[in-house]
């Protein structure tokens, strides 16, 4: 398996932007569709993005569209997810996600789909 590891979290004020960072290592990265879930206290875990293994491919949620952009450089082993206008609502842990094992690209593909995951970063929102 893939080892993730986010980072670029933190606190933030609404309608100012974030860029999360994943890196990957262990395997070959164009190997692997990626994605960003996230997870509220108390909530469900959201998807949020995913990209396709050159970067041609992505889709977000609607919860985001418009907000969030999701991008990697295989080069750099590393995804990311830009997030601007930042609401209250976006505050969560975001963990970044990989499968070797999808032979299609799909919208909002599900956290079963993804067998490696990082441990997260938080990011909050303040009003």
């Known amino acids: 398996q893939v080892q993730l590891v986010e980072s670029g979290g933190g606190l933030v004020q609404a309608g100012r932007s974030l860029r999360l960072t994943c890196t990957a290592s262990?395997?070959?990265?164009?190997?692997?569709?990626m994605a960003w879930f996230r997870q509220a206290p108390g909530k469900e875990r959201e998807f949020v993005a995913t990209?396709?293994?050159?970067?041609?491919?992505?889709f977000v949620a609607d919860s985001v569209k418009g907000r969030f952009t999701i991008s990697r450089d295989n080069a750099k082993n590393t995804v990311y997810l830009q997030m601007d206008s930042l609401k209250p609502e976006d505050t969560a842990t975001y963990h970044c996600?990989?499968?070797?094992?999808?032979?299609?690209?799909?919208?909002?593909?599900?956290?079963?789909?993804?067998?490696?995951w990082g441990q997260g970063t938080q990011v909050t929102v303040s009003s």
């Open positions: 990209i396709g293994w050159t970067g041609h491919s992505t």
């Open positions: 262990g395997r070959t990265f164009s190997d692997y569709v």
């Open positions: 996600a990989a499968s070797n094992t999808i032979v299609e690209f799909a919208p909002y593909l599900p956290a079963t789909a993804f067998g490696s």
